[in-house]
Structure formats: structure tokens, C-alpha cells
């Protein structure tokens, strides 16, 4: 009765180790505070550079390093933050792609608002 015993817990160890070890493997792709912050600065910075629908997406202003430390104040990010974000989303595609579709939504919203 005891190998019998043994190998229902061995069974139950192979079947339970995959799910558990499915917890831990893969980083939350769940937008935080500071993926929020980041595509409203990242916003920003897009419509202040002069990317639209117009310009095919191109580039129209270069932007000096008081207006981007400007922005960043204003979203309460640091470069440290930055860099991490970037290190994290270049980590996790799906999480990019979350903040680039706020990011989106956000531009959206500033060319649809009246003016």
C-alpha cells in the first residue's frame, strides 16, 4: 500500500510542479503607476515632436533638454524610472504594447478635443 501511496504523491507533484512553476516564470503584464505616468509623458512628447496622422508619424521638432526634463517633472518620472521602463518593456513585448496602445488612445483624445 505504501508504494501506491508514494506514487499518487509523485503523480500529484508532476501535475502540480507545471502549474506552479507558471506563477513565477512569467513577469504581470498589468499596466502600474509609472506605466501609466510614462504614456502620458510618452504622449506628450510625441505631440510636442510633432508626430500626427499628417506627418506619417515622422519626427517634425527636436526637443531641447530643459523641455524634456520639463515634461518628465511633470509626470513625476526620473531618467532612472525611464531606464527601467525601457529595460521592462523591452523585456515584456505584451506590456509594451499595452502603454503604446494608451499611448495611442491618449493622442486620440488631444486631436479629437476641441481647441
Known amino acids: ?7 499518487r504523491m509523485v503523480l500529484a507533484a508532476l501535475f ?6 507558471g506563477c513565477q516564470g ?7 503607476a509609472d506605466d501609466v505616468r510614462f504614456s502620458e509623458f510618452y ?10 496622422e499628417d506627418t506619417g508619424g515622422a519626427i517634425t521638432a527636436d526637443l531641447d533638454s530643459a523641455t524634456l526634463a520639463s515634461m518628465l517633472e511633470r509626470h513625476s518620472l526620473s531618467m532612472e524610472k525611464l531606464k527601467a521602463k525601457s529595460d521592462l518593456y523591452r523585456t ?9 496602445v494608451r499611448v495611442r488612445e491618449n493622442i486620440r483624445k488631444k486631436a479629437d478635443a476641441p481647441k
Open 43 to 52: 504622449s506628450e512628447y510625441l505631440l510636442t515632436s510633432g508626430v500626427s
Open 26 to 32: 512569467k513577469p504581470s503584464s498589468t499596466l502600474d
Open 1 to 7: 500500500m505504501k508504494p501506491s501511496r508514494s506514487l
Open 92 to 100: 515584456d513585448p505584451e506590456r509594451w504594447q499595452k502603454v503604446l
Open 16 to 21: 502540480l510542479l507545471p502549474l506552479l512553476g
